[in-house]
């Protein structure tokens, strides 16, 4: 099986870094703009989560067949 690199960490790790910003930043404006960077790349690491089980499963079933 090919080896993908799971990128979910990392964009958990930038999750965080645009909360910690928006949190940091009196301006409604800008904050608003980090919380809802930080809503994608939530979304982004679990969609990478879900794409990294499906593939393991299809290589679970591909090597038992």
């Known amino acids: 099986m090919t080896q993908y690199p799971i990128r979910s960490e990392e964009y958990r790790a ?4 645009e909360v910690t910003a ?3 930043t009196p301006l409604a404006q800008v904050r608003a703009k980090h919380e809802q960077a930080a809503r994608v790349w ?10 990294a089980v499906d593939r393991a499963a299809r290589y679970a079933k591909a090597t038992a067949a």
């Open 14 to 17: 930038r999750a965080l870094a």
């Open 22 to 24: 928006g949190a940091a």
């Open 42 to 51: 939530s979304v982004l690491a679990e969609q990478e989560e879900a794409r």
